[in-house]
């Protein structure tokens, strides 16, 4: 069963002047099968919550959000900093999903996949000749972590770096965080965000065998890919006509900077175009972005398809391999929430105030719930199980609990008034959130802000 995350099964018992044992008493169920309800009760009301701010359950759209070029950058975070009015939120590390992206007023192809992290989710779909990949790569805790600490205590540090986004997880829960500090001495590791769960090191307790995955530049999973000697990975799972778009673009990290890469991309019967390159500094991840037009080889791509690439090293080295894609001019970041417009090292970044605009949906509940949400979440659980008590109550067997048992059976009247009560308090803190929470920017001063032509 999926685990609630807004809020937790004591929060309910909080909210309702229950217990675990009077539920289990006047219902007949045994205490698994009363968390197994309460559980069930949180997660439709995750899902009320967010259809009641959002207008449906998956989270906030920002439509035709303006970034603005600094002929510097190439690489720029979701979210409202270069908007001239003021808005509040933050949707870093909880992007779902990239609707559409203009170049001014030019609509771009979405990249291939659309989700620009499907060619480094999976290591079993990939062959390797003296390479070892590890897809999973991740130091096991030391010591429990609570609810709200800002830290973890972790077998190895060696690995990680102020900045990364790395991803906490035990046998039933987990959560991203953005590493603010490191104590390499004591092996701490410190989150900007606090933790939302409870996590153990070991096999015991509700959270068991915690460990920090990471570091992960995109999406889910990022390939660690060891050579023992020159040697390549391959992917050959995916069958597409790359000739609609002009790069392909990935982030590389490698621990030597002297390492050559080359990257094949082949048709159907093994022949391959190839580009090589070198990354710029060892162990700084930095994106790649090769044009396919300049690619060696005599495929022509305009009649075509490819059917799998490879990446291929001179020489022993580690690098990291992640958030590959086929473009037009631009990609992102799945979660993490950066947006990338795509060029080789001999063109120029986007120009000083250029204006780019993307529609977008993320979860601002994903890294950190306000107080408000966590209460309404577990006051519209407390309304279920309200429903369901008074359900049970209507059973003859539930006037005999009173007589058998020694447990006072609250009267109908008083079922009804609690489950009011908790209705209007949720109410009362999902508008101290907000409802129909839809943001529809304006453009900058000085560039139009007509936006019809947005989705």
């Given at each position: ?112 996949p659309k989700d620009c992290d499907k060619f480094t989710e999976r290591k079993s779909l990939y062959t390797t000749s003296n390479i070892i990949i590890t897809d999973d790569e991740s130091t096991a805790l030391t010591a429990d972590a609570s609810e709200d600490a800002e830290y973890v205590k972790v077998n190895s540090v060696s690995h990680l770096t102020i900045g990364d986004r790395v ?158 894609s086929f473009n037009d001019e631009w990609s992102w970041s799945p979660i993490v929430g950066k947006f990338i417009v795509s060029h080789t090292k001999d063109e120029e970044p986007p120009a000083d105030r250029y204006p780019f605009y993307v529609t977008y949906k993320f979860d601002p509940f994903k890294q950190e ?87």
């Open positions: 069963m999926v685990k609630p995350s807004y809020a937790q099964e004591q929060a309910v018992y909080d909210e309702t002047g229950m217990t675990s044992s009077f539920v289990q008493t006047y219902s007949g169920k045994s205490a698994s099968e009363v968390t197994d309800l309460i559980n069930s009760y949180l997660l439709t009301a995750e899902s009320k919550v967010k259809q009641m701010i959002f207008k449906d359950n998956k989270g906030a759209t920002i439509h035709g959000e303006l970034h603005l070029g600094t002929g510097e950058d190439d690489e720029f975070d979701l979210g409202p900093e270069d908007e001239v009015y003021f808005t509040d939120y933050d949707p870093k590390n909880c992007v779902e999903n990239l609707f559409a992206c203009y170049f001014n007023k030019e609509r771009r192809k979405m990249p291939y991803l906490l997880k035990g046998d039933n829960y987990e959560e991203w965080k953005e590493v603010e500090d490191i104590d390499t001495t004591n092996k701490y590791v410190y989150f900007t965000v606090e933790l939302r769960y409870d996590y153990q090191y070991n096999t015991t307790g509700s959270n068991p065998n915690a460990k920090l995955y990471g570091p992960i530049y995109a999406g889910e999973k990022t390939l660690k890919c060891v050579a023992s000697a020159a040697g390549y990975i391959e992917y050959k799972s995916f069958v597409k006509n790359i000739d609609i778009y002009d790069y392909t673009t990935f982030r590389i990290k490698c621990n030597d900077a002297t390492v050559t890469f080359t990257l094949y991309l082949y048709d159907d019967g093994g022949n391959a175009t190839t580009q090589t390159f070198t990354v710029t500094k060892a162990d700084v991840p930095e994106i790649i972005s090769l044009m396919i037009d300049e690619f060696s080889g005599s495929i022509d791509w305009n009649d075509i398809k490819c059917y799998g690439f490879r990446l291929a090293v001179n020489k022993a080295c580690t690098f990291y391999f992640d958030n590959f719930i306000p107080e408000c949400i966590k209460a309404a979440t577990a006051q519209l659980a407390g309304v279920r199980l309200i429903d369901f008590l008074i359900g049970v109550r209507e059973r003859d067997i539930a006037f005999e609990v009173e007589a058998e048992t020694g447990v006072p059976v609250p009267d109908k009247e008083t079922l009804y008034h609690t489950r009011g009560t908790l209705i209007a308090r949720a109410n009362a803190n999902i508008a101290e959130y907000g409802y129909g929470f839809e943001f529809v920017i304006t453009g900058e001063a000085g560039v139009e802000s007509t936006k019809e032509w947005l989705v």
